[in-house]
């Protein structure tokens, strides 16, 4: 599992990376997505891969922590997710209004000399 | 303490978000007289209020006078509000810029678009968030708040101009939070805390085999606040940005990128002090080095900007360059003259870019901004008529050349006022008698004192240019737009006045933040010694 979750997120912040430094806004915004779910997917794992362990205590009484899962990572995820959610769909609208004043999707709001 | 006392800490965050959210509730432009009215009430009754905290702050030996836990959890497990001199003095500077914009946006700018105090509010409730929170991913959320504001007010008035460098700073901004995540998550893997005070009495007994983990979790945060604060090569955002924001705003913004030098300051100092273990003076070369390069940028920057809003923006780089490098020095008398400078700077920027405005008036490229404006959301008449009726302040120009000297003299840091007691409380500390003084200090004092002289002939030329031009008319200046410029610099006077108990405090903040113990211990016994009952 640590493998497929490590190679996870290594593509999508490597193709997160990548599209964020490409010249058109619209390939801006995807790897801004993408290195947002790598982001999210990394918090996640920070709280230790586990399998059937319960995410808060269920029973009465204090039980064992270790064996249940970290509950603080997936609440920072859920805070993380709904930030960086909100604040794409801002940019989406910045990119919209400089795509209608400029005329042109490039990032520095003119077509370069070719 | 009284129960007003214990509450009182967290009013200057939740004033401007239930100030905000009764703007919205009220129609936002139909009633925007109302909202003017709310906007100004609020900013000054945080003046009280962060005046009211700085004197309790002050009056505590440990400097920790009040430790807020939200829901009343104990304290490593939950969120908290601390509040010591540092965070006082920050909360006041907010709450004095913040006051001076809102009067100047009276004039003309709040109708320029839609929802200026609103934003301006939840700018005010993020900076105040980030500046009183004792949690890492708190701080996480409330850089968020005041983010998300900024890139209202950053678009604000419209123009491609300004969606343009919106798009750049909003897409700068948005890495630099992932970088932040990033970075807030690999120290909670490792430290397993957020809590900064916790985190700071772990650091010490952190297994070999993971320091590596953490201090790279550190470095990561540490770049999402350096891209914050501006510091070269982090930087390149910055100026074009702020040279295309509304004068109240970029006025506010001149403390936005003290955000990041302030959790640098608070962040570095406590987890990385001397109690660090082997971690201690992580990344101290870098942050002096990454100064002086700011400020060797900003330098070069303002001598070859050609408008004055480049100007200004420039001067902020140099700014918070030095304030960094000084903080790399890591010696608590500079840090206390850096803390001195960082007042008197942001002050004097401040009013720079409010008099920014009111200079340009006159000129081509700020008409062609408010044409722009105003073709977009066609008020043509209401804002004529507005100017029409302001009562137009005699010898005007004179006014103006005033105010221009005195942020001159304080950005460039000349003799008469604070920006020169500022820059050589860093040096003196810098250079102690009877000791040999490191090279890096004597660096530091030459890139310091030459910036200074460059800051001198860039506003002398800009100054030149503006002012001394024979036919051109006087522009039309309302008292209300002139008395916030006014009130900015005389508070950089009476700093220069006050000099002595000012320095006092600073010094006494800059020990405290050199002595994290005294943090970490205030902190987490603060709670611990008073009864669970404290939130009722």
Same mark, same amino acid.
């Given at each position: 599992?640590e493998?497929?979750?490590?190679?996870?997120?290594?593509?999508?912040?490597?193709?997160?990376?990548?599209?964020?430094?490409?010249?058109?806004?619209?390939?801006?915004?995807?790897g801004?997505?993408?290195?947002?779910y790598?982001?999210?997917?990394?918090?996640?794992?920070?709280?230790?891969?586990?399998t059937?362990?319960?995410p808060?205590?269920?029973?009465?009484?204090?039980?064992?922590?270790?064996?249940?899962?970290?509950?603080?990572?997936?609440?920072?995820?859920?805070t993380?997710?709904?930030?960086?959610f909100?604040?794409?769909?801002?940019?989406?609208?910045?990119?919209?209004?400089?795509?209608?004043?400029?005329?042109?999707?490039?990032?520095?709001?003119?077509?370069?000399?070719? | 303490?009284?129960w007003?006392?214990?509450?009182?800490?967290?009013?200057?965050?939740?004033?401007?978000?239930?100030?905000?959210?009764?703007m919205?509730?009220?129609?936002?432009?139909?009633?925007?007289?109302?909202?003017?009215?709310?906007?100004?009430?609020?900013?000054?009754?945080?003046i009280a209020?962060?005046?009211?905290?700085?004197?309790?702050?002050?009056?505590?030996?440990?400097?920790?006078?009040n430790?807020?836990?939200?829901?009343?959890?104990?304290?490593?497990?939950?969120i908290?509000?601390?509040?010591?001199?540092?965070?006082a003095m920050?909360l006041?500077?907010?709450?004095?810029?913040?006051?001076?914009?809102?009067?100047?946006?009276?004039?003309?700018?709040h109708?320029?678009?839609?929802?200026?105090?609103?934003?301006f509010?939840?700018?005010?409730?993020?900076?105040?968030?980030?500046?009183?929170?004792?949690?890492?991913?708190?701080l996480?959320?409330?850089?968020e708040?005041?983010?998300?504001?900024?890139?209202?007010?950053v678009?604000?008035?419209?123009?491609s101009?300004?969606?343009?460098?919106g798009?750049?700073?909003?897409?700068?901004?948005?890495?630099?939070?992932?970088?932040?995540?990033?970075?807030?998550?690999?120290?909670?893997?490792?430290?397993?805390?957020?809590?900064?005070?916790?985190l700071?009495?772990?650091i010490?007994?952190?297994?070999?085999s993971?320091?590596?983990?953490?201090?790279?979790?550190?470095?990561?945060?540490?770049i999402?606040?350096?891209?914050?604060?501006?510091?070269?090569?982090?930087?390149?955002?910055?100026p074009?940005?702020?040279?295309?924001?509304?004068?109240?705003?970029?006025?506010?913004?001149?403390? /936005?990128?003290?955000? $990041? #030098?302030?959790?640098?300051?608070?962040?570095? =100092?406590?987890?990385?002090?001397d !109690?660090? @273990? +082997?971690?201690?003076?992580?990344?101290?070369?870098?942050l002096?080095?990454?100064?002086?390069?700011?400020?060797?940028?900003?330098t070069?920057?303002?001598?070859?900007?050609?408008?004055?809003?480049?100007?200004?923006?420039?001067?902020?780089?140099?700014?918070s360059?030095?304030?960094?490098?000084a903080?790399? /020095?890591?010696?608590? $008398? #500079?840090?206390?003259?850096?803390?001195?400078y =960082?007042?008197?700077?942001?002050? !004097?920027? @401040? +009013?720079f870019?409010?008099?920014?405005?009111?200079?340009?008036?006159?000129?081509?490229?700020?008409?062609?901004?408010?044409?722009?404006?105003?073709?977009?959301?066609g008020?043509?008449?209401?804002?004529?008529?507005?100017?029409?009726?302001?009562?137009?302040?005699?010898?005007?120009?004179?006014?103006?050349? /005033?105010?221009f000297? $005195?942020?001159?003299?304080?950005?460039a840091?000349?003799p008469?006022l604070?920006?020169?007691?500022?820059?050589?409380?860093?040096?003196?500390?810098a250079?102690?008698?009877?000791?040999?003084?490191?090279?890096?200090?004597?660096v530091?004092?030459?890139i310091?004192?030459?910036?200074?002289?460059?800051?001198l002939?860039?506003?002398?030329?800009?100054?030149?240019?503006v002012?001394?031009?024979?036919e051109?008319?006087?522009?039309?200046?309302?008292?209300?737009?002139?008395?916030?410029?006014a009130?900015?610099?005389l508070?950089?006077?009476?700093?220069?006045?006050?000099?002595g108990?000012?320095?006092?405090?600073?010094?006494?903040?800059?020990?405290?933040?050199?002595?994290?113990?005294?943090?970490?211990?205030?902190?987490?016994?603060?709670?611990?010694?008073?009864?669970?009952?404290?939130?009722?």
């Open positions: 599992m493998i497929v979750l490590a190679l996870g997120i290594g593509v999508l912040a490597g193709s997160g990376v990548w599209l964020a430094l490409r010249p058109r806004t619209f390939q801006v915004i995807i801004l997505s993408l290195l947002a790598a982001v999210n997917l990394f918090i996640l794992a920070m709280g230790r891969l586990r059937d362990a319960a808060v205590l269920m029973a009465k009484g204090m039980g064992v922590p270790a064996e249940f899962a970290d509950p603080l990572p997936q609440a920072l995820v859920l993380a997710i709904v930030i960086s909100a604040t794409t769909a801002l940019f989406l609208v910045v990119i919209i209004a400089a795509r209608g004043l400029t005329g042109t999707d490039h990032v520095d709001g003119r077509e370069p000399d070719v | 303490m009284s007003a006392e214990n509450h009182l800490v967290i009013a200057p965050i939740v004033l401007p978000l239930f100030a905000g959210a009764v919205l509730a009220l129609g936002g432009e139909r009633r925007r007289n109302i909202n003017a009215m709310l906007n100004i009430a609020v900013s000054l009754a945080l209020i962060s005046i009211m905290l700085l004197r309790d702050a002050d009056a505590v030996p440990g400097g920790i006078s430790v807020y836990r939200l829901g009343d959890w104990p304290v490593p497990f939950a908290v509000l601390v509040l010591d001199r540092l965070s920050m006041l500077l907010t709450s004095v810029l913040a006051a001076a914009a809102a009067v100047f946006s009276l004039a003309r700018w109708r320029a678009g839609v929802n200026f105090h609103p934003l509010q939840f700018l005010l409730m993020g900076l105040n968030g980030a500046f009183l929170t004792g949690d890492l991913f708190n996480f959320v409330f850089f708040v005041l983010l998300a504001a900024s890139y209202g007010l678009l604000y008035g419209s123009g101009v300004r969606v343009m460098t798009m750049q700073y909003i897409a700068v901004n948005l890495v630099a939070s992932l970088l932040f995540l990033i970075g807030v998550s690999l120290i909670y893997g490792i430290a397993g805390t957020l809590n900064m005070a916790d700071a009495s772990r010490a007994a952190i297994p070999a993971d320091r590596a983990l953490l201090e790279a979790g550190a470095g990561i945060l540490g999402a606040f350096l891209v914050k604060a501006g510091m070269w090569p982090l930087c390149f955002w910055l074009g940005t702020y040279a295309a924001v509304p004068a109240p705003v970029g006025s506010i913004f001149a403390i /936005l990128t003290k955000v $990041g #030098v302030y959790v640098v300051l608070r962040l570095w =100092l406590l987890l990385f002090g !109690g660090a @273990g +082997a971690s201690a003076q992580f990344g101290g070369e870098l002096l080095a990454g100064g002086m390069a700011t400020i060797v940028f900003g070069i920057g303002t001598l070859a900007s050609q408008d004055m809003s480049r100007l200004a923006a420039f001067s902020v780089l140099v700014s360059g030095t304030v960094l490098a903080v790399g /020095l890591a010696q608590t $008398g #500079v840090t206390g003259g850096a803390l001195f =960082l007042i008197s700077s942001t002050l !004097g920027l @401040g +009013a870019f409010l008099l920014i405005e009111l200079i340009e008036r006159g000129r081509e490229p700020g008409a062609d901004v408010l044409a722009v404006t105003r073709e977009l959301y008020e043509e008449g209401e804002e004529d008529g507005a100017e029409e009726t302001g009562i137009a302040i005699p010898a005007t120009i004179a006014l103006l050349g /005033l105010s000297i $005195g942020c001159a003299v304080v950005i840091g000349l008469p604070s920006g020169f007691i500022a820059k050589f409380a860093m040096l003196s500390a250079l102690q008698p009877g000791a040999a003084v490191p090279t890096q200090a004597w530091f004092l030459v310091l004192i030459l910036s200074g002289l460059a800051a002939i860039a506003m002398t030329r800009a100054g030149i240019r002012f001394w031009v024979s051109r008319e006087a522009p039309r200046v309302r008292l209300i737009e002139m008395a916030p410029v009130v900015l610099l508070l950089c006077v009476l700093q220069t006045v006050q000099a108990p000012v320095m006092r405090f600073m010094q006494a903040t800059a020990q405290s933040l050199h002595a994290p113990h005294d943090y970490m211990r205030g902190v987490l016994e603060f709670s611990s010694a008073r009864k669970p009952a404290g939130g009722t």
